[in-house]
């Protein structure tokens, strides 16, 4: 009754953890709403009374005596223990009473990780009582170091803990001793409680302190910022409407009800709407705005009855999950109340951009790069941390092919890179570049700053509109002197779709609903889309990948769509040929560039087909180049080295395919794509985060087995036979060849390796090196395990062509296609004019890039183009042991590029443009640049 609970809304929950198999933690909590004249703290002294009682029964009926435990007060002083030379430590403020801080960091055992969330385990050893002098054991999350600490002292009234290390296995590097941790507690108000993590220790050797003293730090942070998320740190707002309800349940008899509701987050403070008199269809319209912590899970609601005389009835209650809601956007939602009827809602969550700092972390504002936002300490101190752990390797044992995860930025916390293909964090010694290696790339650097010299004489002396992008030909730096004469041109604008940088994206036209509906009129030579597509003339590209890119401010990018078909010409030959092109996607409102707009409005078509190829650079560089062949194949390599012994067949077939692979991604990671430093976020219209998202959306549909160089073309339209009529689609003709003599190759392994497919399911190496890839690696497709020889074949082709043939038609062109800006500039400034009139040549030369980032782009694509020193013509993985498949295989390849080199000399003095990619002496062995 009201007399004696003193409130009209109660909603209580108990929880029971185990600590360990001999003790279990009890906890309870409630929301409340007094009743009218009760006060609260006269609720709160009879409740805590009221649950002591029941705890205690608790105790005293399951509890068994305990020898020499410590009470809730220790009396007697900390222990003296010898303070190493060396120390670091942490701070920071967690939002919370200090009791209630301490309550809940007391334990010392596996209550720990609900916030301390770096550990896979952790238990108090036996006999399990969490008393000083107890020890605990737990493995880590990123090292799964078994680590022993005990606990030496804890003082219940000033808040301080002291522990030691014991032992850890298996043992790091360098050896620690007098390692103590004392951690205190301070109150700073009411509700602020400052933690204090310090340690002393001695080390064996003194190089390695600092990366100790940030281990340490990490640590501790972690910690403290496990407990600042479990005190409710604000991550967003809730906005709750109460609509209406219908239908509910009567709890007076035949009496209508007077209804309102409760609501809560998380059993959090509870609010309540208006009382609707004497109805059973309410209606409340009232709007709310709730807190949402980084802990909160669901949204209550509670129908009550207000009653005059007594107690008010419960009608019904009602949940939402809020891993159904989406921030951003509004959810209508009409719920079924337990009790009977339909509760109409809408709710509203918005998290909050980023989440609040936490106390100890900082931003870096002292560098003074104008393209970044500010850097937090985390990010620096992973980096150096990363650094540290190279060096310390490289000077001792190694480091051991493990995979690791990308994390999220702390910039972008809704980008969920964990989910790209995992990486080869930190590296591995014997993947760091030779010498000879890192003194090319150095030799490519200097020659390109060689060849800026007197860049300022050359730009003051241009003429012609397009000459300032010519000035950076110079010394080492060709320039590709018959793209610069034909770029503008239709017919070159199409044959890069089939020679050029980015072949991926041409698609046989089979199905009218591909097209938009502004451009099924079109026509091209007589004949309309419906027409040309029933020929099989009809080929599309769609840059759909590039809609889901979030927006960055001073740049404009679209998801343009292009059609074009085959023009027959006379003599029986042919050409691919513009028919349109559509920048926007707006239903009714989009307009379409066609040969026939040049002639009213040259810059503006010249200017739409410049949008094109800019989107079409940034699907190349993140979608196909970094994401399909550098991070995808990654994984790979590391379960070579992880589950294949160095003797096993298919190690030495794979091995020299991923030579210098994690070195390049390791170098990448920490320029193009760098958590700091990303020099492709200035350069790309998406930005590097939003290059990511791309990857990432792209990444979700992946398949391995699918996107295999054959079912890759079969599902654009495209076989090796040309069924479907498209001439001089060199990356096409040459890759079958290539994927050919690849397979015979590896058919000839698999067949000397394995004598049935029983052999094959039999090799234990085989299936784990497989499990790694599709699991952990989380590269999608790949089979989770291998039991025939034909798919065994069929994998192993793929990993080489990808490596391999794949990565050097897409990389090595970069120079080619990129070193003169607008033929595909990585950005714009300015979006497509609306309008009837036509573009200034000026507006077109200001939504280029500016002179800093052009000689970016310059120098990457010169960086990225140096010639491989291992061809694919070089490989001796086979010529010890199956001396006769290496023979094979070498003798397919010279002939290859024999035939191949015919075939571009005939183009060269036909006056047209030599597809140099795949012959097999240009093709690298692997992914080394």
């Not at 309800?245 to 709890?251: N, Q, V």
């Not at 079109?522 to 004949?527: E, F, T």
């Not at 970094?626 to 390599?637: D, K, Q, R, W």
């Not at 192993?796 to 043939?805: G, K, Q, R, Y």
């Amino acid at each position: 009754s009201p007399d004696f609970l003193h409130c009209k809304y109660y909603r209580g929950r108990i929880q029971f953890f185990a600590v360990n198999p001999n003790k279990v933690r009890v906890t309870y909590d409630c929301s409340f709403i007094p009743a009218n004249d009760a006060p609260m703290e006269e609720f709160k002294s009879w409740f805590t009374k009221a649950l002591g009682t029941r705890i205690t029964w608790l105790e005293t009926t399951f509890s068994e005596p305990k020898p020499s435990e410590d009470g809730p007060r220790t009396t007697a002083g900390p222990p003296a223990f010898k303070k190493g030379a060396y120390s670091t430590g942490a701070r920071g403020i967690v939002r919370g009473p200090v009791e209630d801080v301490w309550k809940v960091f007391r334990p010392f055992g596996r209550e720990c990780m609900e916030y301390w969330k770096i550990y896979d385990s952790m238990e108090i050893e036996a006999p399990g009582n969490d008393v000083v002098g107890c020890i605990r054991s737990f493995v880590t999350s990123k090292t799964k170091r078994k680590i022993r600490e005990r606990l030496e002292w804890r003082d219940d009234e000033s808040h301080v803990e002291i522990y030691s290390l014991l032992s850890m296995e298996p043992p790091p590097p360098v050896a620690m001793s007098n390692t103590y941790t004392t951690v205190t507690m301070t109150e700073l108000g009411e509700k602020e409680t400052e933690v204090k993590f310090e340690c002393t220790f001695d080390v064996s050797v003194s190089f390695a302190v600092s990366r100790i003293q940030d281990n340490q730090k990490g640590a501790y942070m972690a910690c403290i910022n496990g407990l600042q998320q479990l005190f409710h740190s604000e991550v967003g707002t809730l906005e709750v409407v109460v609509g209406s309800a219908s239908d509910l349940a009567r709890t007076d008899g035949w009496f209508n009800a007077d209804p309102y509701v409760v609501l809560a987050v998380n059993d959090g403070k509870p609010v309540t709407t208006k009382i609707c008199r004497s109805s059973q269809k309410p209606i409340w319209d009232e709007r709310f705005k709730l807190p949402v912590t980084s802990r909160s899970r669901n949204v209550v609601f509670t129908v009550m009855d207000r009653d005059t005389v007594g107690q008010d009835d419960i009608m019904g209650t009602a949940n939402v999950n809020m891993d159904e809601l989406t921030s951003g956007k509004e959810k209508k939602m009409a719920l079924d109340v337990q009790g009977g009827g339909t509760l109409n809602v809408r709710l509203y969550l918005k998290m909050h951009d980023q989440p609040k700092e936490p106390e100890g972390e900082k931003l870096i504002t002292s560098l003074a790069i104008p393209f970044l936002a500010p850097v937090a300490q985390s990010e620096l101190d992973a980096i150096r941390n990363e650094f540290t752990n190279l060096i310390m390797s490289f000077l001792g044992k190694g480091q051991k092919y493990e995979l690791s995860y990308m994390t999220r930025l702390r910039t972008h916390p809704d980008v969920a890179l964990e989910e790209m293909p995992a990486a080869c964090v930190p590296m591995p010694t014997a993947e760091m570049f030779t010498p000879l290696k890192a003194g090319r790339l150095m030799q490519r650097l200097m020659e390109f700053l060689g060849s800026q010299a007197q860049i300022m004489v050359r730009l003051a002396q241009v003429k012609g509109i397009w000459d300032p992008w010519k000035a950076n030909f110079s010394g080492y730096l060709p320039a590709n002197e018959k793209l610069i004469e034909e770029w503008q041109k239709d017919e070159e604008f199409c044959r890069q779709y089939l020679q050029g940088i980015n072949p991926m994206l041409i698609t046989v036209c089979k199905d009218q609903s591909q097209i938009p509906a502004e451009m099924l009129e079109l026509v091209g030579q007589g004949k309309t889309t419906q027409q040309l597509m029933e020929e099989n003339r009809l080929f599309i590209v769609d840059y759909a990948p590039m809609l889901g890119v979030p927006a960055t401010p001073g740049k404009f990018f679209y998801a343009p769509i292009v059609l074009m078909y085959r023009e027959e010409l006379s003599g029986g030959k042919s050409r691919l040929s513009l028919l349109g092109i559509q920048l926007t996607r707006k239903k009714g409102q989009n307009e379409v560039y066609t040969p026939e707009t040049a002639k009213t409005q040259p810059n503006k078509y010249m200017f739409a087909k410049m949008h094109v190829v800019s989107a079409d650079n940034n699907v190349h560089q993140f979608l196909y180049h970094l994401g399909y062949t550098h991070l995808a194949m990654e994984p790979i390599a590391v379960s070579l080295h992880t589950h294949l012994p160095p003797d096993h067949p298919i190690h030495r077939l794979l091995l020299p395919h991923f030579k210098d692979t994690i070195g390049i991604n390791y170098l990448a990671r920490h320029s193009l794509v760098s958590r700091i430093f990303p020099i492709t976020d200035p350069m790309f219209a998406t930005s590097t985060v939003g290059g990511l998202v791309m990857f990432l959306n792209e990444w979700r549909k992946y398949n391995f087995m699918d996107m295999s160089f054959p079912e890759e073309l079969k599902r654009r339209g495209f076989d090796e036979a040309g069924s479907d009529g498209l001439k001089n689609y060199f990356y096409r003709d040459d890759g079958f060849k290539l994927w050919n003599t690849y397979k015979t190759y590896v058919t000839g392994m698999v067949n000397k390796a394995y004598a049935t497919d029983a052999a094959v399911a039999a090799d234990q190496a085989l299936q784990r090196f497989c499990h790694m890839i599709e699991g952990p690696g989380q590269l999608h497709g790949f089979p989770k395990g291998i039991r025939t020889k034909q798919l065994l074949i069929d994998c192993l082709t793929n990993i080489i062509f990808n490596v391999s043939a794949q990565h050097s038609a897409i990389n090595f062109p970069q120079y080619d296609y990129y070193s003169f800006i607008p033929n595909r500039p990585a950005q714009l400034s300015i979006p497509m004019p609306d309008g009837p009139n036509d573009m200034t040549e000026s507006a077109v030369l200001e939504a280029l890039p500016p002179p800093q980032f052009t000689a970016l782009q310059v120098l990457l694509s010169y960086m990225l183009s140096m010639p491989s020193q291992t061809a694919i013509t070089g490989v001796e993985a086979m010529k010890e042991v199956y001396p006769e498949v290496h023979q094979q295989f070498n003798k397919q390849l010279l002939d290859l590029s024999k035939d191949i080199k015919a075939r571009n000399e005939k183009l060269k003095k036909e006056g047209k443009v030599a597809y140099t990619y795949l012959d097999p002496e240009n093709v690298a062995m692997s992914i080394d640049i």
